[in-house]
């Protein structure tokens, strides 16, 4: 790559304009404006002494010789360096800096897709497997990102690229920032798209890789709902409502709901990690029959020509009961901590995790043999204790040992037809306890029981995981059970009044 020895950004009324024909740097020849935008134009050319085509990023320098100007030619180094560093299918390659004629080039690897914003607007949400495939994707460019130190920034539809067969490819590392570099934008300036910007962002913290994650649930949102999260009027509405609305799914569910919902967690050491996200994600393309693998699946079963018919939203599903537990379609106040930490004028904590005892299994050949009671029912009979079961309910009113403050089936948040997969082992622990600790800190509890309670996520075994009943009928339920801290009986329920 050849970086030129000094970068001195110069006015572009002085530069000499490309045209088609032309050659830069006596090696690359334009053939073709491939599209431009306030940075710039973006052109198709060809590497005359390699002989591949590649896509060359003419950018537009701000006139003078002020903090702007050099704050841009710091980006644009910083942007040929930092995509240097990184090695993933999914990340834009950048072949060479070039200087020309006055005005500066980043020669890159040309790829020739749509990008997921334009995809999306031209034909509506996009099939769950396919946003899967996509997130997962983008996932491990950010994976890459991030063990190199970089955070992206700058996460949104319009900076991914889709192509025909399924690959995917995340653009535009120019805002992209070392974690441990100065920033090198004007102080209080927040760079990059109000709409996908993580909330601690917002408040003024430092940029970290949890928020390209919240960046990218917001993006899988998108792409799986067909509108923006949070996308307002004005700038300050959007951050507004980042703050303090909760985007509510109305098309989308099982695994895909719960890894958007899981990346768009408020605070961001509450966030489901990019292993956690992984494994809903590929959860989430398994659930038709028909896994998805990267690279080789086209847009659209059919095909690309074949997309499906542009869909606005997705009605309730008649005759299906909302359950009690996680419901994507808000009414359940543990979707607002879910989704932003805020519900009915209440700020809620990051969850307490130190409430939280070990999560036990149920069922056969689990730690708690048998567990029948439902979600906000009590239990007396002593406290939990392995290889002792719990079948037999009392009233909330009398005295008990526990009670179920919430539970739903695994990956399912309250709708949609079940789906089958393999036992997914610690990803099913890891989002139980997530959301057993979000709905302990939600409104759904007494806040006065709260301070003298701990709690426990059981999970279905993997015998229990695959058991059917005479009916052929998997039992896969979650359950979130809360007894006193100090192994003291409960005289009233832990539930908030509705």
Same mark, same amino acid.
């Given at each position: 790559?050849?970086?030129?020895?000094?970068?001195?950004?110069?006015?572009? /009324?002085? $530069?000499?304009?490309?045209?088609?024909?032309? !050659?830069?740097?006596?090696?690359? %020849?334009?053939?073709?404006?491939?599209?431009?935008?306030?940075?710039?134009? !973006?052109? %198709?050319?060809?590497? /005359? #002494?390699?002989?591949?085509?590649?896509?060359?990023?003419?950018?537009?320098?701000?006139?003078?010789?002020?903090?702007?100007?050099?704050?841009?030619?710091?980006? #644009?180094?910083?942007? !040929? %360096?930092?995509?240097?560093?990184?090695?993933?299918? $999914?990340?834009?390659?950048?072949?060479?800096?070039? /200087?020309?004629?006055? $005005?500066?080039?980043?020669?890159?690897?040309? #790829?020739?897709?749509?990008?997921?914003?334009?995809? !999306?607007r031209d034909r509506g949400p996009l099939p769950p497997e396919t946003v899967a495939a996509i997130g997962e994707q983008v996932l491990s460019a950010l994976t890459a990102a991030h063990n190199a130190g970089i955070v992206h920034r700058d996460v949104k539809p319009g900076n991914i690229m889709v192509g025909a067969d399924g690959r995917v490819k995340l653009t535009d590392f120019g805002i992209a920032q070392p974690v441990d570099d100065p920033r090198l934008t004007t102080s209080g300036f927040l760079v990059g798209s109000p709409a996908f910007m993580a909330p601690e962002r917002i408040a003024g913290k430092d940029a970290v890789p949890a928020s390209d994650l919240w960046s990218l649930g917001a993006t899988l949102y998108f792409a799986a709902e067909g509108t923006v999260a949070f996308e307002r009027g004005s700038t300050a509405a959007t951050l507004h409502a980042i703050m303090n609305e909760i985007p509510q799914l109305t098309r989308t569910q099982g695994p895909l709901a719960s890894a958007i919902m899981s990346l768009l967690v408020s605070a961001p050491e509450a966030r489901a990690n990019a292993d956690q996200a992984r494994a809903m994600l590929r959860m989430a393309q398994s659930t038709s029959g028909q896994p998805v693998t990267p690279g080789h699946t086209a847009l659209y079963p059919g095909g690309p020509n074949n997309p499906p018919t542009r869909v606005t939203g997705n009605p309730p599903i008649p005759g299906k009961r909302p359950g009690r537990g996680w419901l994507i379609a808000g009414a359940l106040l543990v979707v607002a901590a879910l989704a932003g930490g805020f519900a009915l004028g209440h700020w809620f904590a990051t969850p307490d995790a130190g409430r939280q005892d070990e999560t036990w299994t149920w069922g056969q050949g689990g730690q708690i043999p048998e567990f029948t009671i439902d979600d906000g029912e009590c239990a007396s009979g002593g406290q939990l204790a392995e290889n002792r079961s719990v079948t037999t309910t009392v009233d909330c009113t009398e005295v008990h040992d526990l009670q179920v403050f919430a539970s739903a089936e695994a990956f399912q948040d309250g709708i949609g037809e079940e789906t089958d997969y393999a036992y997914p082992g610690q990803a099913l622990i890891d989002w139980a306890r997530a959301r057993c600790a979000l709905s302990f800190q939600s409104e759904l509890m007494d806040a006065k029981q709260r301070e003298h309670l701990r709690f426990r996520a059981l999970v279905p075994s993997a015998e229990q995981w695959d058991a059917t009943d005479d009916n052929g009928n998997r039992n896969r339920t979650v359950h979130c059970v809360a007894y006193d801290a100090e192994g003291e009986q409960l005289r009233e329920t832990v539930l908030a009044e509705e």
């Amino acid at each position: 790559m050849t970086e030129p020895s000094s970068f001195a950004p110069s006015d572009t /009324t002085t $530069a000499r304009q490309p045209a088609h024909g032309g !050659v830069l740097a006596g090696r690359y %020849r334009l053939l073709g404006e491939l599209g431009r935008g306030g940075m710039g134009v !973006v052109w %198709r050319a060809e590497d /005359t #002494v390699i002989g591949r085509q590649v896509a060359i990023k003419e950018l537009r320098l701000p006139s003078g010789e002020g903090q702007d100007a050099k704050v841009f030619g710091e980006r #644009v180094l910083r942007e !040929v %360096r930092t995509s240097g560093r990184l090695n993933d299918p $999914a990340i834009v390659t950048v072949f060479d800096v070039i /200087t020309d004629g006055g $005005a500066t080039y980043i020669v890159m690897e040309l #790829v020739e897709a749509p990008t997921l914003s334009d995809l !999306v607007r031209d034909r509506g949400p996009l099939p769950p497997e396919t946003v899967a495939a996509i997130g997962e994707q983008v996932l491990s460019a950010l994976t890459a990102a991030h063990n190199a130190g970089i955070v992206h920034r700058d996460v949104k539809p319009g900076n991914i690229m889709v192509g025909a067969d399924g690959r995917v490819k995340l653009t535009d590392f120019g805002i992209a920032q070392p974690v441990d570099d100065p920033r090198l934008t004007t102080s209080g300036f927040l760079v990059g798209s109000p709409a996908f910007m993580a909330p601690e962002r917002i408040a003024g913290k430092d940029a970290v890789p949890a928020s390209d994650l919240w960046s990218l649930g917001a993006t899988l949102y998108f792409a799986a709902e067909g509108t923006v999260a949070f996308e307002r009027g004005s700038t300050a509405a959007t951050l507004h409502a980042i703050m303090n609305e909760i985007p509510q799914l109305t098309r989308t569910q099982g695994p895909l709901a719960s890894a958007i919902m899981s990346l768009l967690v408020s605070a961001p050491e509450a966030r489901a990690n990019a292993d956690q996200a992984r494994a809903m994600l590929r959860m989430a393309q398994s659930t038709s029959g028909q896994p998805v693998t990267p690279g080789h699946t086209a847009l659209y079963p059919g095909g690309p020509n074949n997309p499906p018919t542009r869909v606005t939203g997705n009605p309730p599903i008649p005759g299906k009961r909302p359950g009690r537990g996680w419901l994507i379609a808000g009414a359940l106040l543990v979707v607002a901590a879910l989704a932003g930490g805020f519900a009915l004028g209440h700020w809620f904590a990051t969850p307490d995790a130190g409430r939280q005892d070990e999560t036990w299994t149920w069922g056969q050949g689990g730690q708690i043999p048998e567990f029948t009671i439902d979600d906000g029912e009590c239990a007396s009979g002593g406290q939990l204790a392995e290889n002792r079961s719990v079948t037999t309910t009392v009233d909330c009113t009398e005295v008990h040992d526990l009670q179920v403050f919430a539970s739903a089936e695994a990956f399912q948040d309250g709708i949609g037809e079940e789906t089958d997969y393999a036992y997914p082992g610690q990803a099913l622990i890891d989002w139980a306890r997530a959301r057993c600790a979000l709905s302990f800190q939600s409104e759904l509890m007494d806040a006065k029981q709260r301070e003298h309670l701990r709690f426990r996520a059981l999970v279905p075994s993997a015998e229990q995981w695959d058991a059917t009943d005479d009916n052929g009928n998997r039992n896969r339920t979650v359950h979130c059970v809360a007894y006193d801290a100090e192994g003291e009986q409960l005289r009233e329920t832990v539930l908030a009044e509705e």
